[in-house]
T-cell receptor
Framework: RKEVEQDPGPFNVPEGATVAFNCTYS??????FFWYRQDCRKEPKLLMSVYSSGNEDGRFTAQLNRASQYISLLIRDSKLSDSATYLCVVNGKGYSTLTFGKGTMLLVSP | DGGITQSPKYLFRKEGQNVTLSCEQNLNHDAMYWYRQDPGQGLRLIYY???????QKGDIAEGYSVSREKKESFPLTVTSAQKNPTAFYLCASSRNPRATNEKLFFGSGTQLSVL
């Protein structure tokens, strides 16, 4: 099983749609989970951390299921500006390293 | 404004040449990292440093070297031993690498291409 695995994408959705991304991780001892957003040829930027109880930030909701080793990101009311690649990130082999998924590309069309 | 500065934005390497990518941060972060990103791939860790004068190999360190002589600076040298260096290189830092839920701050990246 890959360390961090994401939906391959791309996801093509119309404006206003709701879209969900899934991510699974292999290290059951992982403690930190994040969603980063990356625009083409730019650096990743933190979108949100993922907490055990689930958390919401505006149109974005993140969920963590430790038993299934599964993380999700839900985007409601998609905007054109949401078009980007979304990276699932999990702390991996040690305190100081994070493992990145390959990312899922989202394309929001008018 | 605090942040991480990478330079140059674009870099071309001739075969057999060593090139050095610069990364400077003024966030007073202890830890710094170098990642490589290939098209359609996730970020892969090359080297990381948790403290000045100390660094550790990541998953793909072969053909690369680093130094951490100052807290603010973590340059990456791509040596001639790296046979496939074309990629997008990202430098990052974090405040306390031993804290859980620690976030990474990234520089804007360097695109390295082989002539």
């Amino acid at each position: 099983r890959k360390e961090v695995e994401q939906d391959p994408g791309p996801f093509n959705v119309p404006e206003g749609a709701t879209v969900a991304f899934n991510c699974t991780y292999s290290n059951s001892a992982s403690q930190s989970f994040f969603w980063y957003r990356q625009d083409c040829r730019k650096e990743p930027k933190l979108l949100m951390s993922v907490y055990s109880s689930g958390n919401e930030d505006g149109r974005f909701t993140a969920q963590l299921n430790r038993a299934s080793q599964y993380i999700s990101l839900l985007i409601r009311d998609s905007k054109l500006s949401d078009s980007a690649t979304y990276l699932c990130v999990v702390n991996g082999k040690g305190y100081s390293t994070l493992t990145f998924g390959k990312g899922t590309m989202l394309l929001v069309s008018p | 404004d605090g942040g991480i500065t990478q330079s140059p934005k674009y870099l071309f390497r001739k075969e057999g040449q060593n090139v050095t990518l610069s990364c400077e941060q003024n966030l007073n972060h202890d830890a710094m990292y170098w990642y490589r990103q290939d098209p359609g791939q996730g970020l892969r860790l090359i080297y990381y440093s948790q403290i000045v004068n100390d660094f550790q190999k990541g998953d793909i360190a072969e053909g690369y070297s680093v130094s951490r002589e100052k807290k603010e600076s973590f340059p990456l040298t791509v040596t001639s031993a790296q046979k496939n260096p074309t990629a997008f290189y990202l430098c990052a830092s974090s405040r306390n690498p031993r804290a859980t839920n620690e976030k990474l701050f990234f520089g804007s990246g360097t695109q390295l291409s082989v002539l």
